[in-house]
C-alpha cells in the first residue's frame, strides 16, 4: 500500500525534524545572521553609513552573506542524509515512487528554507535599524520591502540549488566544499575578471534583489530569476539522478 502525499510530506518533515545537522542547520540561517547583524550594526553601523556611495538598503542584509552559507548547508545535509547508511533504500521501501519521495523532499526543504529566509530578512532588517539612529531606514525606504522579501527569497533558492547538487554528487560535504569556496571567493575573482557575466553567476544575481539602485543589465526580480534557473536546472539533476541510479 502506498502512502498519500500528505504522508509523505509528514514524513520529511519528521525527518529534518530528527535530524540534528539537519535541523541545526536551518536554524543557523536565522541565527547566524542575526548574531553578524547585532555585532556589525552596533560596532560599525554608523561609521558605514557615511562613506560615499553607500547602498543603504544593501548594506541593511550585509549579514544574509553569512545566512546563505547556513542555507547552503541545510540544502546539502537535507538530501545528503537519504545517502547515508542505506536510508534511501528505507525510504524507497516506504515510498516506492521515486518521483513523489523527491517531490516531497524538495518541497519541505524549499517550503521551510522559505519560511526561514522570510523571517531571517525581516528580522535582520528591522534589528539592524535599532542600532543606525539618525541613520536609520524603514520598510518604506524604496527598495527595502522588496529588497526584505527577496532576500527571504533568495535564501530559498540557494538552498534549492544546493539540495540539487546534493541529490547528483549525494555528498553534502562534496557540495559544501564545491559551493562555498565559490560564493565567498570564486565569485568575487569571476567578477573581476568577467565583468558583467558575473551578475549572472547564481549568487551575484540573486543578490541584486538586495540592492536599492542595482547595476548592470539585469534587474532585482531578473536577478533573482536567473537564480531560480540555476536552482531548477540542479533540481532537474537531481531528480534524473534519483530516478535513475540504484539506491
Do not use: C, H
Not at 189 to 202: E, K, N, S, T
Request: neutral net charge.
Amino acid at each position: 500500500m502506498t502512502m498519500s502525499t500528505t504522508a509523505v510530506l509528514r514524513s520529511e518533515w519528521i525527518k529534518i525534524r530528527s535530524v540534528r545537522s539537519v535541523s541545526g542547520s536551518l536554524i543557523a540561517v536565522f541565527a547566524a545572521t542575526l548574531l553578524v547583524t547585532v555585532l556589525t550594526f552596533a560596532t560599525v553601523g554608523q561609521a558605514e553609513a557615511d562613506n560615499p556611495g553607500n547602498d543603504v538598503v544593501f548594506s541593511a542584509f550585509y549579514a544574509l552573506n553569512f545566512g546563505q552559507i547556513a542555507a547552503i548547508s541545510f540544502g546539502a545535509t537535507a538530501l545528503s542524509s537519504e545517502f547515508l547508511n542505506g536510508a534511501l533504500r528505507t525510504s524507497l521501501t516506504a515510498v516506492p515512487s521515486r518521483g513523489l519521495f523527491y517531490a516531497a523532499k524538495i518541497a519541505v526543504v524549499g517550503g521551510l528554507a522559505l519560511v526561514v529566509g522570510l523571517i531571517t530578512s525581516f528580522t535582520t532588517f528591522l534589528v539592524g535599524q535599532l542600532f543606525m539612529g539618525e541613520y536609520a531606514i524603514g520598510l518604506g525606504e524604496p527598495g527595502a520591502l522588496r529588497a526584505a522579501f527577496g532576500g527571504g527569497v533568495y535564501l530559498a533558492l540557494i538552498a534549492l540549488f544546493a539540495a540539487g547538487l546534493t541529490a547528483v554528487l549525494r555528498s553534502a560535504v562534496a557540495v559544501l566544499s564545491l559551493l562555498i569556496p565559490f560564493i565567498l571567493i570564486v565569485s568575487f575573482v569571476v567578477g573581476d575578471i568577467a565583468g558583467g557575466v558575473a551578475q549572472y553567476l547564481p549568487d551575484r544575481a540573486g543578490q541584486l534583489v538586495l540592492y536599492q539602485n542595482p547595476e548592470g543589465s539585469l534587474g532585482p526580480w531578473e536577478g533573482l530569476a536567473v537564480t531560480a534557473g540555476w536552482a531548477t536546472l540542479a533540481l532537474l539533476a537531481g531528480w534524473w539522478t534519483v530516478r535513475t541510479r540504484d539506491a
